[in-house]
């Protein structure tokens, strides 16, 4: 027993101290987002998770949508701080991006890149996103429009500087160069190209560190595969108990009938197997990238995250979409690269978007910003615990409704003033709503003013 508490011991300050040699030195990021990406899905992504060895098991979204998901990574607080509560926030987001990632990465000396998918709706008249020296992001027009279904069809303002100068331009696919284009294929060379430059002195005459953030659309609809992964097989289906709930009768109504409940005949199982198809295509992405990483070997010199801005629900309690607060579609896949880490983790506290910026910002070598809603993932490394935790879930665009998400408990109100309450240590299904039962009536009333705290911070 003693021999396991000294080696536990010994190996947790050796994570701590891999890490922080690893800060010091100030490492190349990396940040992979995908779109709608639920948390088991990684099964087709070999290569994602050989290269970001470092799992969280209960990760999750604090706004099950894109844009203000994707405003909650880069500024590591809840949507109803940072104000980018529906998708179309762009605008909301642009007067304060230089309050964000990127550009707390630059003030940490780091020559940094944006490919793919920025804000939703972001319009390609818009002022270039704030914190990138180079950036390639998909662009809609002046009235929100998108432009091309985003996979085979898109428009890249695309911003970078070379030996003949800088360049600033809207490159329409497909192009004369590129006459039958796949987004995920664009990105990965986009993304190679980056690194590419910031090894040219050229380019990065100071020689920084890069910051690279590459955010594809897929697996996003439409569920259009790349040719060479079509009718691909996948794994077997394994339906879980709350697909196509038969007794809904404990849900609220906006669940009961709410526009994305679908019937029996619907293609939940076509709709899950095209977007592994996709995500077969980002995991080809990561590879590239890694790749590119190792020709210049700096494995060992390069940090990373993974992750999504929000899961799908394929027929769970028979909805589609994303939105609610369910863990198919808050859930999401986050895993980390970590260099020379003596052992592998697979970490088990709750973690949530809102930590990412925190914990590439303390790589970064920076100090916590007052404005975090979220805590860097670092110490979990080390051995540490995100004890006792409580996740705000909020949601204001379609459904309105405020959540806590605990290790075991989940609790939802809706305006409705319906409440739900699941035990996921019991029922991890979800299938069972006992927020009235009144053995739980004094967890309810702490449960509530907790929610009500969170709200107000």
């Known amino acids: 027993m003693g021999w396991r508490w000294g080696r536990s011991i010994l190996v947790a300050a050796s994570a701590a101290l891999a890490f922080s040699a690893a800060a010091e030195a100030k490492p190349n990021l990396l940040l992979i987002v995908t779109d709608d990406q639920r948390y088991d899905s990684l099964s087709v992504m070999p290569s994602t998770r050989a290269n970001f060895d ?92 998108a432009l091309g279904n985003g996979h085979t069809t898109f428009t890249l303002r695309e911003f970078w500087t070379d030996s003949e100068g800088q360049h ?20 990965a060379e986009l993304a190679t190209r980056f690194i590419q430059r910031a090894h040219d002195p050229a380019m990065n005459p100071e020689g920084k560190p890069w910051a690279l953030f590459v955010w594809p659309t897929a697996p996003h609809t439409p569920l259009l595969v790349e040719p060479l992964y079509r009718g691909a097989p996948v794994p077997q289906w394994k339906r879980v108990p709350s697909f196509r709930e038969a007794d809904m009768s404990d849900k609220p109504r906006e669940i009961r009938e709410s526009r994305f409940r679908r019937s029996a005949g619907y293609s939940f199982k076509w709709r899950r197997d095209q977007t592994l198809r996709m995500l077969m295509s980002v995991d080809d992405l990561v590879d590239r990238v890694w790749s590119t990483i190792d020709g210049y070997a700096e494995r060992e010199s390069t940090s990373g995250v993974y992750t999504s801005d929000n899961g799908f629900l394929f027929g769970e309690h028979s909805l589609t979409s994303k939105l609610v607060a369910y863990e198919e579609s808050v859930r999401v896949p986050l895993r980390l690269a970590v260099p020379n ?117």
């Open 54 to 145: 470092v799992p969280f098991r209960t990760a999750i979204v604090t706004t099950p949508l894109c844009c203000p998901s994707r405003a909650s990574i880069l500024t590591g607080e809840y949507a109803h701080n940072h104000g980018v509560t529906t998708n179309n926030g762009a605008s909301v987001f642009i007067p304060r991006a230089d309050e964000s990632l990127g550009s707390w990465l630059q003030e940490e000396g780091y020559f940094t890149g944006f490919v793919g998918k920025y804000l939703n709706r972001y319009p390609l008249s818009a002022p270039l996103p704030a914190g990138f020296d180079e950036a390639h992001y998909r662009v809609w027009d002046a009235n929100g429009l």
């Open 168 to 187: 600033d331009q809207l490159v329409e696919y497909p192009n004369e160069a590129n006459p039958e284009p796949y987004a995920t294929r664009v990105f």
């Open 341 to 457: 880490m003596p052992f592998k983790v697979v970490a088990g506290s709750l973690v949530a978007n809102i930590d990412i910026a925190p914990s590439l910002v303390e790589l970064a070598g920076g100090a916590a910003r007052d404005s975090f809603d979220g805590r860097s993932l670092l110490p979990l490394l080390g051995g540490g615990c995100f004890c006792g935790r409580r996740v705000l879930i909020e949601n204001w665009d379609l459904f309105e409704y405020q959540a806590l998400r605990m290790k075991r408990w989940k609790y939802v109100r809706w305006p409705s003033g319906a409440e739900e309450l699941y035990d996921l240590r019991l029922d991890p299904y979800e299938l069972t709503n006992i927020a009235r039962r009144p053995l739980r009536a004094r967890l309810m009333e702490t449960l509530r003013s907790d929610l009500d705290a969170l709200l107000l911070e």
